[in-house]
Nanobody, 116 residues
Framework: QVQLVESGGGLVQPGGSLRLSCAASTNIFSVYAMGWYRQAPGEQRELVAVILSDGNTNYADSAKGRFTISRDNAKNTVDLQMNTLKPDDTAVYYC??????????WGKGTLVTVSS
């Protein structure tokens, strides 16, 4: 079992920035992939950003150029820096962790609301 704890969500105005952090209960140095998904009201959960063990990253088209995912293996954390936030970014953001040959683990989620 891997425990994931998200933090950093909250209310932010359009155009603002927010930094989400995910703390893992396991050493993430050898974890295949860690990342962030989000789920807006009435929508399916969708990929936002993923960082692989080799350092490669993948982003949703809506996040490219605005969001940056990073990993700190020493602290066992994965962060998501979100800039130029839009109302459409409003969602519950979920941290996830995946090892090769295993099902992913999910955090409880943190709510991000982009509104004036």
């Amino acid at each position: 079992q891997v425990q994931l704890v998200e933090s950093g969500g909250g209310l932010v105005q359009p155009g603002g920035s927010l930094r989400l952090s995910c703390a893992a209960s396991t050493n993430i140095f050898s974890v295949y992939a860690m990342g962030w998904y989000r789920q807006a009201p009435g929508e399916q959960r969708e990929l936002v950003a993923v960082i692989l063990s080799d350092g490669n990253t993948n982003y949703a088209d809506s996040a490219k150029g605005r969001f940056t995912i990073s990993r700190d293996n020493a602290k066992n954390t994965v962060d998501l820096q979100m800039n130029t936030l839009k109302p459409d970014d409003t969602a519950v953001y979920y941290c996830y962790c995946r090892r090769l040959g295993a099902l992913p683990y999910w955090g409880k989620g943190t709510l991000v609301t982009v509104s004036s």
